[in-house]
């Protein structure tokens, strides 16, 4: 890798993880302020649904924020353990999240183009990881690598969901029409992409060894 492809990599890298744990953390608000007063498109579910929305809004943060740590190629041979068990901490957290997920995809408000986008990406969010996990135990650690990417692609469809909803708003785009757009607008290009780069990625190369 080129001095300037390891930058870039870096400068990508560090953008992904900072921006994966700080939307973690601001998705945690419901504990302080409530879910009625911070994230009322989804508060009708706390009328007979409030298990499902808890079990997702209160775990998804934590495979999310647990998700930049698990790339750091340092942290990784430093602390073989504390990679494992991170690990099982986001494959658990990916389990109760994304089945509270698909759940909650059948009680969205945006109609049912929303509900698919969001209980598609459940569904492949869960069975990504699961197959990433099967070969971690396997100690098959290049396909391990490869299927992590690809949940980690999917578990990143947080932080894209939240960036297109932000510049839709800022844009003036009806909400309505924008959101069960962005239901798939958020992952579908993010697993393309990652597919794309598995294709393409030197043999040799490590997408986060060069940046963390
Ligand atoms: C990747 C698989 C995921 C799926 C399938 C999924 C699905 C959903 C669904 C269906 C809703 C309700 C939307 C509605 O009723 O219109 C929702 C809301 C929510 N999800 Fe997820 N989600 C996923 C990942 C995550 C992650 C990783 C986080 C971590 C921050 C997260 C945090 C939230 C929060 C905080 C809400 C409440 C509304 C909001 O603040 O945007 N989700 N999710």
Not at 98 to 114: E, K, S
Request: positive net charge; glycine residues 6%.
């Amino acid at each position: 890798m080129s001095m300037v492809s390891r930058f870039a990599a870096s400068v990508a890298f560090w953008t992904a993880a900072v921006s994966a744990v700080l939307v973690a953390v601001a998705s945690l608000r419901f504990l302080a302020l409530g879910v009625s007063a911070s994230m009322d498109f989804v508060a009708h579910n706390l009328d007979g649904n409030a298990l499902m929305l808890y079990a997702h809004i209160g775990v998804a943060p934590i495979a999310l924020a647990l998700m930049p740590f698990q790339f750091m190629t340092r942290l990784r041979a430093r602390r073989p353990k504390l990679h494992r068990w991170l690990g099982r901490g986001y494959v658990a957290a990916v389990l109760v999240s994304g089945l509270a997920g698909l759940q909650l995809a059948f009680h969205t408000t945006a109609g049912i183009f929303a509900a698919t986008g969001f209980a598609l990406l459940a569904v492949l969010w869960m069975i990504t990881t699961g197959i990433a996990l099967v070969f971690a135990l396997q100690r098959n650690i290049p396909r391990h690598r490869a299927w992590m990417l690809r949940s980690a692609a999917l578990t990143f469809a947080a932080v894209t969901l939240r960036v297109y909803l932000g510049s839709s708003m800022a844009a003036g785009l009806d909400f309505q029409t924008a959101y069960p757009l962005i239901a798939w607008l958020c992952w579908l290009p993010n697993a393309v992409f990652m597919e794309v780069y598995l294709l393409v990625r030197p043999k040799s190369s490590r997408l986060v060894s060069a940046a963390a």
